[in-house]
């Protein structure tokens, strides 16, 4: 026996395959070249060489056609036949044909590849993202993460548009907010895809209280020890020789470094500490 799985193990017993109860009784006969565990009511099991279902009743409820299967997982399987994968139900019914290569239960769906490409189809079987990816994967807040010619985006699982595939680098949203990587350099874009803080800085590390960024390469901006992102004011703290202020999107100092500490902004005022003195 490998194990029980609801109530029934699978047990080989002279050559073939069947299943017991946990008082040992044979429930299904050993008739069988393979049998999967049970899932949802149903286990995978091959005669002449081809796959189908069994209840566990013993009854054949899928017959063996298939060249391979998976198992039952929200009342849908993976089936292959002619070298190509497609989706049943739990009767056999055909969610999908099988005309795909490679098929991987997905968030309300299927991530499928075909002629070498991934998309996305929904678990009625309708293509919401056609398969000209290269790659995809599950995201943020019903975003899917693609990957084309080498660059990554965004869309959702509607097939909209999130992020152009212009990014080398797309990490995980944090605060509604997610770093990406353009031309070598990084910045964030929030879950509209517009870039809240450009891609022009060496490293971004997440604190928090913020993000730290490596300051941009403009010759001609002030130079600062340590740059925050104050979400709040759509600006930066910035950190020079000790002492704290604040400059605008555009680098222009509207906050001297005079301060020992800054706070965030709430509704347009911050606190702020200057020796033993709060203000």
């Known amino acids: 026996?490998?194990?029980?799985?609801?109530?029934?193990?699978?047990?080989?017993?002279?050559?073939?395959?069947?299943?017991?109860?946990?008082?040992?009784?044979?429930?299904?006969?050993?008739?069988?070249?393979?049998?999967?565990?049970f899932f949802e009511g149903l286990a995978a099991v091959q005669n002449l060489g081809k796959y189908g279902f069994v209840n566990k009743n013993g009854k054949i409820v899928i017959p063996c056609i298939y060249d391979s299967v998976g198992y039952v997982c929200e009342g849908l399987a993976k089936v292959k036949k002619e070298g190509?994968?497609?989706?049943?139900?739990?009767?056999?019914?055909?969610?999908?044909?099988?005309?795909?290569?490679?098929?991987?239960?997905?968030t309300d769906g299927f991530k499928v590849k075909k002629d070498g490409k991934y998309g996305y189809v929904d678990q009625k079987g309708a293509q919401i993202i056609q398969c000209i990816y290269d790659d995809l994967d599950t995201f943020y807040n019903g975003m899917i993460k693609v990957k084309k010619d080498g660059k990554f985006g965004c869309t959702y699982k509607d097939g909209s548009d999130v992020l152009p595939c212009i990014y080398e680098e797309i990490g995980f949203f944090r605060d509604s907010l997610a770093e990406v990587k353009k031309d070598g350099k990084y910045g964030y874009v929030d879950q509209k895809g517009t870039e809240i803080i450009?891609?022009?800085?060496?490293?971004?590390?997440?604190?928090?209280?913020?993000?730290?960024?490596?300051?941009?390469?403009?010759?001609?901006?002030?130079?600062?020890?340590?740059?925050?992102?104050?979400?709040?004011?759509?600006?930066?703290?910035?950190?020079r020789e000790g002492k704290m202020g604040y400059i605008d999107k555009e680098g222009e100092e509207v906050i001297p470094c005079i301060y020992d500490t800054i706070r965030k902004f709430e509704n347009g005022l911050a606190e702020a500490k200057k020796g033993h003195k709060w203000g």
């Open 1 to 37: 026996a490998v194990g029980f799985l609801e109530g029934l193990a699978n047990v080989k017993k002279y050559g073939k395959w069947g299943f017991i109860n946990k008082e040992g009784k044979e429930e299904i006969p050993y008739v069988y070249e393979y049998v999967s565990g």
């Open 84 to 106: 190509r994968w497609g989706c049943i139900d739990k009767v056999g019914e055909v969610v999908l044909p099988c005309i795909y290569e490679e098929i991987d239960f997905f």
């Open 198 to 239: 450009p891609c022009i800085y060496k490293r971004i590390d997440y604190f928090d209280d913020g993000l730290k960024l490596g300051w941009r390469d403009w010759t001609d901006m002030p130079s600062y020890d340590v740059v925050y992102v104050d979400y709040r004011c759509k600006g930066f703290r910035v950190e």
